[in-house]
């Protein structure tokens, strides 16, 4: 080799932007490493979009389950935050059950007047509000699972066990039932006994002649 070829130094012009026309240059194509055709690509960065693809799909599962996985657990939150906070304000107005009830019977001997009826309807508006709901009349089918039977007798005028007295009230919050009415219960009385059932029944045997009852009695 000439000393002069040896010690010559070769400059490459790699910039992107042709300095003359100022538009963007090509890039030169190269050859494969392995010496093989220009612009052939190896088989790993032909696999590597693919590769990319599959990733992108599985990341996108994830997310979707994740998102799901999620909500769910948001629902379940919300459902037993709402369910604390009905157990919570059942106790309040279980507590409150037994000074409603002294209002109550102050109402009925009229002793509910004045300061006092004031503060009783604002308490009665606060425990609705609240979801409070007293049930228990006069006249009411008996209900074994919201009624608590303290007396029972009987009547002709009513068909079916009829709640008649209420001795209490019963209060329930919602679908939760806080206290049962304490009431008299009034059941239907039987039908009478037609006149005929009293009598014996009648046999085809003939009634004994006057003589012979004569000697069976001597």
Not at 85 to 92: D, F, K, L, P, S
Not at 96 to 110: K, Q, V, Y
Not at 193 to 199: G, L, M, T
Request: charged content about 30%; glycine content about 8%; proline content about 9%.
């Amino acid at each position: 080799m000439n000393p002069e070829e040896q010690d010559r130094v070769i400059i490459r012009d790699n910039r992107k932007i042709d300095p003359v026309t100022g538009e963007a240059r090509k890039p030169e194509p190269k050859d494969d490493a392995a010496g093989g055709e220009s612009g052939a690509l190896a088989p790993e960065a032909a696999e590597g979009p693919m590769v990319e693809a599959s990733l992108l799909d599985e990341r996108t599962r994830d997310l979707q389950r994740v998102q799901a996985e999620y909500a769910n657990y948001r629902k379940r939150a919300d459902r037993d935050r709402l369910a604390a906070g009905e157990i919570a304000t059942g106790r309040v107005l279980s507590e409150l059950l037994p000074i409603l009830d002294d209002l109550d019977r102050a109402r009925e001997h009229g002793d509910l007047t004045g300061a006092l009826k004031a503060i009783a309807d604002k308490l009665d508006g606060v425990t609705t509000k609240l979801g409070l709901v007293a049930f228990g009349a006069e006249g009411d089918p008996f209900d074994p699972t919201v009624h608590e039977a303290v007396m029972h007798d009987e009547s002709a005028e009513v068909s079916e066990p009829t709640c008649t007295k209420i001795l209490r009230k019963g209060y329930q919050h919602g679908e939760r039932l806080l206290r049962p009415a304490m009431v008299g219960v009034t059941d239907p009385s039987g039908p009478a006994q037609p006149a005929e059932a009293a009598q014996p029944p009648a046999t085809d045997e003939p009634a004994p002649a006057p003589e012979e009852q004569q000697n069976n009695e001597q």
